[in-house]
Structure formats: structure tokens, C-alpha cells
């Protein structure tokens, strides 16, 4: 995602989120597409260990899992219960607009063309990485 640049982890579960998310409450075709797009751009994960660290919604665990399992710098969301987690071993839970101005900041001081590009499509020229059978239930 962005340029190879950032990469995007997901596992079975969070991969059926999204998916329900699009298919219930997405009617603009655009956005139905990027979704479809971010997932076979994102790589798959099928995380060795259940965590019980977000307590406020336990759903919200899978994201902090997939974060643990890669090692992931960051967790990107709007979620409140995320946000309000703040961190976990070495990953900062921070908001989109947080995480962009970080990486304007580090990667494209002035911002110019780097949104452009994310925005008009996140396909990398990677191939997407097979999602592996995650519908064992923890």
C-alpha cells in the first residue's frame, strides 16, 4: 500500500468485518470497490496466540492480535476502544488523519502527490498474498 511503503495486515476474521461492513452499510460502488481492492492488497495473517487486552469490546481484540503477531508499528482506526487502548507492546493505536501526518511528515513533507496517489488507488504491484483458512473459531 502507498508505494510499498506501508504495508497492511489483516486476518480472516477482520477480512470478515470488512466485508460485512461493505455488503450492509456501503452503497456507493466506488468505495465497495476500494474496499475489494485494499483486500487483495493487504498481506494475511493467522495469529498464533488470543488476546484479551481490549476489554471494553473483545471483538476489537483481532486488530490487536494481527498487530501483535507482525510486529506492527501501528494500529490505524477510529475505534474508540482501540483509542483508548493506546498502545500495546510496541504498536501506538492512532487515528487516520494521526497516521497520515506522520507519514507526510516523514515521507512527503509538503504532501503533495502521496495522498493523490493512496486515494485514487491502493493497489500495489505486488501479488496479493492468498488469504489462509481462518474460520476456526478461538
Known amino acids: 500500500l502507498v508505494d510499498g511503503q506501508i ?5 480472516g476474521k477482520i477480512r470478515k468485518e470488512y466485508l460485512l461492513i461493505r ?3 456501503l452503497k456507493d460502488p466506488e468505495m465497495f470497490q476500494l ?3 485494499y483486500l487483495t492488497a ?3 495473517v493467522h495469529p498464533s496466540q488470543r488476546l484479551d487486552v481490549v476489554t471494553t469490546d473483545r471483538e476489537d481484540n483481532k486488530f490487536v492480535e494481527v498487530a501483535s503477531e507482525v510486529q506492527a ?8 476502544d482501540l483509542l483508548n487502548l493506546g498502545s500495546y507492546e510496541y504498536t501506538e493505536v492512532v487515528k487516520p488523519e494521526e497516521f497520515w501526518k506522520m507519514f507526510q511528515d516523514d515521507q512527503d513533507p509538503e504532501g503533495t502527490n502521496a495522498w493523490q496517489s493512496w486515494m485514487s488507488g491502493i493497489i500495489t504491484e505486488q501479488k ?5 483458512d481462518d474460520s476456526e473459531e478461538w
Open 73 to 80: 508499528d501501528y494500529i490505524v482506526s477510529n475505534d474508540r
Open 23 to 25: 455488503s450492509r452499510l
Open 128 to 132: 496479493p498474498q492468498e488469504p489462509q
Open 42 to 44: 493487504v498481506q494475511y
Open 7 to 11: 504495508l497492511a495486515y489483516v486476518s
Open 35 to 37: 474496499i475489494d481492492e
